[in-house]
């Protein structure tokens, strides 16, 4: 019993993910910059993933995208990514700047259950 209420307390956002897609998540940036794909509009972009927070009913998800411009999210309503064989669709645009000369990306994306 203890044991079980240890882990639950760790995870104080009751975020539940799989351990494979932690894995994913939790690595450094790949080798290959092309293993990671960020989908604006009808095009693809290569990128890095930095990171994933968790705010209520919010996944926030920030990129590195170095080919990126403002002009490429002009019209677009939502934005895709494709990291390994996990697939994150549709997507809210939630801000685009550049730090330290690199180009970030974050991106939302709501956990609630939509209504039919």
Do not use: H, W
């Not at 990671?36 to 990128?47: E, K, Q």
């Not at 403002?70 to 730090?99: K, M, P, R, W, Y």
Request: glycine letters at 4%.
């Amino acid at each position: 019993m203890s044991e079980e209420y240890e882990r639950i307390l760790s995870n104080p956002d009751n975020l539940i993910i799989s351990d494979e897609l932690r894995e994913m998540f939790e690595t450094d940036k790949p080798e290959d910059v092309n293993a990671y794909t960020l989908v604006v509009g009808t095009r693809d972009f290569s990128c890095y993933f930095i990171s994933m927070t968790r705010n209520n009913s919010l996944l926030a998800f920030e990129f590195e995208v170095p080919t990126l411009n403002v002009s490429d999210l002009l019209g677009v309503e939502s934005v895709s990514a494709v990291i390994g064989d996990f697939q994150l669709e549709n997507c809210a645009v939630f801000d685009f700047s550049i730090e330290d000369g690199k180009r970030i990306l974050r991106v939302e994306k709501s956990t609630k259950k939509e209504l039919l």
